[in-house]
């Protein structure tokens, strides 16, 4: 069978005794690089030498094959470089092929950065989406299609990007979406930055360093009709936005269009500054 198992995402002490249980016995372990498997192994300790299969995003198609009719005799390990294999990492096809072959399909639990990240986010926990790495390209685009999304959203995003990743989240969310960075997660320079997009936009600009994963809040809940809509935009002008855009905010968080909300709200607004003036004559 193929079994999958999760590695530590930092802290070497993190890994679990069935790893070290499964490393130890393995005879074959299909892994994301040797290189980092056999490192692992020697610094928890383990002696054994089993035969090292390296499956990546350039081969893993080609493989899949191979490896899951290995499986069907012996049990093959199957690791990443830090987490749960299939995760933004080797192993979805492999799992795939395994599944559609009749192969059985095991995982050792453990280190997660997608829950670790959530966990400590301070975000809502209860509904998130887990949206891989961020696009190199096309950013704004990409952002602005989530605009809508209530769930909190979990992105794997490099450091030398984050800058320019969160200054484009600024653009298509807008600056005051709540934000989180965790940066370096169990290890011994660990940092969790909250805040609004902007303050985060400018704190990554400065450059960051490390593993880094990205949480951003989700929006508020939609509207339900065109009175609740062009009452939330006069909430906003009393706190200072402008009609126009907050016309487009809620347009953007609601899908009620955005020549409504405007046309209302002034309607709206004017009536009630003459309610006023009759209330003092």
Same mark, same amino acid.
């Given at each position: 069978m193929l079994i999958l198992a999760a590695?530590?995402? &930092?802290?070497?002490g993190d890994a679990s005794a069935r790893l070290i249980d499964a490393l130890t016995t393995a005879t074959v372990i299909a892994t994301e690089d040797t290189r980092t498997t056999i490192h692992l192994m020697r610094a928890l300790g383990i002696e054994n030498r089993p035969r090292l299969i390296a499956i990546h995003e350039h081969n893993?198609?080609?493989?899949?094959? %191979?490896? *899951?009719?290995?499986? =069907?005799?012996?049990d093959v390990l199957?690791?990443?470089?830090? &987490?749960?294999?299939a995760i933004s990492d080797p192993g979805f096809p492999l799992v795939a092929a395994a599944a559609v072959a009749g192969v059985r399909v095991t995982a050792l639990p453990g280190p997660s950065a997608v829950l670790t990240a959530l966990a400590i986010s301070g975000l809502p926990t209860d509904r998130f989406t887990f949206e &891989?790495?961020?696009? =190199?390209? &096309?950013?704004?685009?990409?952002?602005?299609?989530?605009? =809508? %999304?209530?769930?909190?959203?979990?992105?794997?995003?490099?450091?030398n990007r984050l800058a320019a990743a969160l200054a484009d989240l600024v653009v298509a969310l807008g600056p005051d979406r709540r934000v989180v960075v965790c940066r370096e997660l169990t290890k011994f320079f660990e940092e969790v930055k909250r805040g609004t997009a902007s303050e985060l936009a400018e704190w990554a600009a400065g450059g960051v360093k490390g593993?880094? *994963?990205?949480?951003v809040g989700g929006a508020a809940a939609a509207a339900s009709d065109l009175p609740t809509g062009i009452?939330?935009?006069? %909430?906003? *002008? %009393?706190e200072g936005t402008r009609l126009r855009d907050a016309s487009v905010e809620v347009a953007d968080a609601t899908g009620l269009s955005r020549r409504d909300l405007y046309e209302g709200a002034l309607e709206l607004r004017g009536s009630r500054q003459r309610s006023r003036d009759a209330s003092a004559d």
């Open positions: 590695t530590p995402i &930092g802290n070497l893993e198609t080609e493989k899949a094959a %191979e490896l *899951v009719e290995l499986a =069907r005799d012996t199957v690791l990443s470089d830090a &987490g749960m294999p &891989g790495f961020l696009p =190199r390209k &096309g950013r704004v685009a990409y952002f602005a299609d989530l605009a =809508r %999304e209530q769930r909190t959203m979990v992105f794997f995003e490099s450091p593993e880094i *994963v990205v949480l009452a939330r935009v006069l %909430e906003l *002008v %009393e």
